[in-house]
């Protein structure tokens, strides 16, 4: 089975901040990763798909990096609306998903 | 617009059964396959199952194979879990989700693009 980690699990920062959020997979993946943001309460919402293709409506601020083991969510400049827990899930095998741990965002 | 609805969640006691229902609209629901990801109270997501648009094929985390059947009726756009053998560690919030799917010249990429609200189901005597 696939294993992703995240890192770091939490972060602080200000608004204007970039920040950047790696995860890891235990074996090569190739570009099969996407990327999804979570506020309390609410349903995941899906940001980049492919680890580089960015999803209708969502701000050009956050990219996606990275292929084979390693890949990198990024926000260019941190927004209000923008603190929540990302998460990100490979997609390797047709239809079987493994999900990371999270990685939280709040203010610093 | 894609919509999303799930329904069944609940109290029920450790070893019991439950069937979590999830009614679309707004997309041909048969072209797409479909799947469960479940959050425990203060946890991260966890993928469940996955089943094809036609509902040929289907696919399970180890921690619910045997125990779950994830399956979907197209005539009436809705998908199903069937939750048999439930244990408290099966307490949580369960979404269904649309599959959606990207092709580019090499590679097809699969992706979760629309959630419903989610449904709580709690498993405790």
């Known amino acids: 089975d696939i294993q992703m980690t995240q890192s770091p699990s939490s972060l602080s920062a200000s608004v204007g901040d970039r920040v950047t959020i790696t995860c890891r997979a235990s074996q090569s993946i190739s570009s099969y990763l996407n990327w999804y943001q979570q506020k309390p309460g609410k349903a995941p919402k899906l940001l980049i798909y492919a680890a580089s293709s960015l999803q209708s409506g969502v701000p050009s601020r956050f990219s996606g990096s990275g292929s084979g083991t390693d890949f990198t969510l990024t926000i260019s400049s941190l927004q209000p609306e923008d603190f929540a827990t990302y998460y990100c899930q490979q997609s390797y095998s047709t239809l079987l998903f493994t999900f990371g741990p999270g990685t939280k965002v709040d203010i610093k | 617009e894609v919509q999303l609805l799930e329904s069944g969640g609940g109290l029920v006691q450790p070893g019991g059964s439950l069937r979590l229902s999830c009614a679309a609209s707004?997309?041909?629901?048969?072209?797409?396959?479909m799947s469960w990801v479940r959050q425990a109270p203060g946890k991260g997501l966890e993928w469940v199952s996955a089943i094809s648009g036609s509902g040929g094929s289907t696919y399970y985390a180890d921690s619910v194979k045997g125990r779950f059947t994830i399956s979907r009726d197209n005539s009436k756009n809705t998908l199903y879990l069937q939750m048999n053998s439930l244990r408290a560690e099966d307490t949580a919030v369960y979404y269904c989700a649309k599959v959606g799917l990207y092709c580019s010249s090499t590679s097809c990429y699969y992706y979760f693009d629309y959630w419903g609200q989610g449904t709580l189901v709690t498993v405790s005597s």
């Open positions: 707004g997309f041909t629901f048969s072209s797409y396959a």
